[in-house]
């Protein structure tokens, strides 16, 4: 007897996480956001930015690992990293499996 194999195509399957899927995530995110909010986040996601994108990220991870001191905050290590994968794509899968780890955990937390 041969053993069952599972289809790509099967329901159970989940589909592969790409980089598109992140790219996604942050369009619809930014969507959300108030009008003055979404213009710089789309002025910053332009290709002539990457010097001001590169800064802000190393400076939001910096900022992020030296969380202890005042003002500074965790929350700034992920957006680091978020704003990093906007450049880097071998970041955007792994920023979409946290995206969606963080979602699934939030959903079982609350409940639903």
Known sequence: ???????????????????RDWDERVDRAS?????????GVAWLREPARFPVRL???????????????PVLGLWMLPLGLALLAQDVPGLKVPMEKSAR????????????
């Open 101 to 112: 780890w963080i979602e699934q955990q939030w959903r079982r937390w609350r409940g639903k």
């Open 31 to 39: 969507q959300k956001l108030p009008e003055s909010v979404q213009r």
């Open 1 to 19: 007897m041969e053993p069952a194999r599972a289809t790509p195509a099967s329901p159970q399957a989940p589909a592969p996480v790409t980089a």
């Open 55 to 69: 800064l802000a990220a190393i400076l939001l991870i910096l900022g992020g690992i030296f969380s202890i001191l």
